[in-house]
């Protein structure tokens, strides 16, 4: 059974930062690109970031470049999104997602896995 699960969303400050995690069950996690998709109430689902499932290529959408970094590490099956400068609008539930021998990619539709998702409010 294949098992996503987000941890380390909160409410913080803005400009303060945070830093998610997700840590995979049930896939051979090297053999995944991972993701991280936000939801903010009233908006679709947006991409963040996702990384290869080597670590050398990375992908970020144009709200977060800049401030957002993501790594991951096979050995602890997990990957991560620091979350610095952080602003209000950056206020959402945050999803892990995981794609099978893919390559970074921006659509939803791309990924096979999801978690259930972390909620970050950042308060102004």
């Known amino acids: 059974q294949v098992q996503l699960v987000e941890s380390g969303g909160g409410l913080v400050q803005a400009g303060d930062s945070l830093k998610l995690s997700c ?3 049930g896939i051979t996690f090297d053999r ?3 993701g991280w998709f936000r939801r ?3 908006k ?3 991409f963040v970031a996702a990384i290869s499932w ?3 290529s990375t992908l970020y959408g144009d709200s977060v470049k800049g401030r957002f970094t993501i790594s991951r590490d096979n050995a602890k ?3 991560y999104l620091q979350m610095n400068s952080l602003k209000p609008e950056d206020t959402a539930v945050y999803y892990c997602t995981a794609q099978l021998f893919g390559v970074p990619a921006t659509t939803v539709r791309a990924y096979n896995y999801w978690g259930q998702g972390t909620q970050v409010t ?3």
């Open 122 to 124: 950042v308060s102004s």
């Open 44 to 46: 679709d689902r947006e």
């Open 77 to 79: 099956n997990t990957v």
């Open 54 to 56: 080597s670590g050398g």
């Open 32 to 34: 995944y690109t991972m």
């Open 23 to 25: 840590a995979a069950s």
């Open 40 to 42: 903010a109430p009233g």
